[in-house]
């Protein structure tokens, strides 16, 4: 998806975000396929297991196998039809999660030619954190940033100090 173009700006963001609260010590399951983000946490010292892409609102052994003490979850939730249901099941006490927020001048995002690069949800910072905390999660720290495009016209301005993606940090307690 990004061979060539690395989102540059989300990934410094994320990787800060992720130092802040993560030791490198700790093991990470990361929901979603190896992609470029897996190799920058590797680089810093993070040991990452990734998802080989099951379908997480039907198949939760992933995580429920998982012997990690950190999920990170980039970019992943807004895919799923129940994001719920696989929050819940997460046996990791720490959660480093983000998603887009709801743009209200743009629509969802939908390829129509690959069913896995679409968006069922894009959220509003409030809806993400009280799914997060429905699903037993506690949230210690957030954040969101804006993602401009170097493009001309109004939602490319709109984009300039809108902010469009939000991270959170959050724990539980052991079940």
């Known amino acids: 998806m990004y061979e060539s173009n690395y989102p540059k700006k989300r990934y410094e963001k994320t990787l800060s975000f992720l130092k802040k609260h993560i ?19 590797e680089e810093q010292g993070y040991r990452v297991k990734n998802t080989h892409g099951e379908d997480l609102d039907l198949d939760f052994s992933v995580v429920t196998s998982s012997e990690a003490s950190v999920v990170t979850a980039f970019e992943i939730f807004e895919h799923l039809l129940a994001p719920f249901n696989v929050l819940s099941e997460i046996k990791a006490t720490k959660l480093v999660a983000s998603v887009p927020l709801r743009l209200w001048f743009a629509t969802a995002y939908r390829s129509k030619t690959d069913p896995r690069d679409r968006h069922y949800h894009e959220f509003e910072a409030w809806q993400f954190d009280w799914l997060l905390q429905k699903s037993g999660w506690k949230i210690i720290d957030s954040d969101k940033w804006a993602h401009p495009v170097n493009k001309i016209g109004f939602r490319p301005l709109l984009r300039q100090f809108t902010p469009r993606y939000y991270i959170v940090y959050a724990e539980r307690s052991v079940i």
């Open 23 to 41: 030791d490198p010590s700790e093991t990470i399951l990361d929901l979603g396929v190896v992609n470029p983000f897996t190799k920058i946490m």
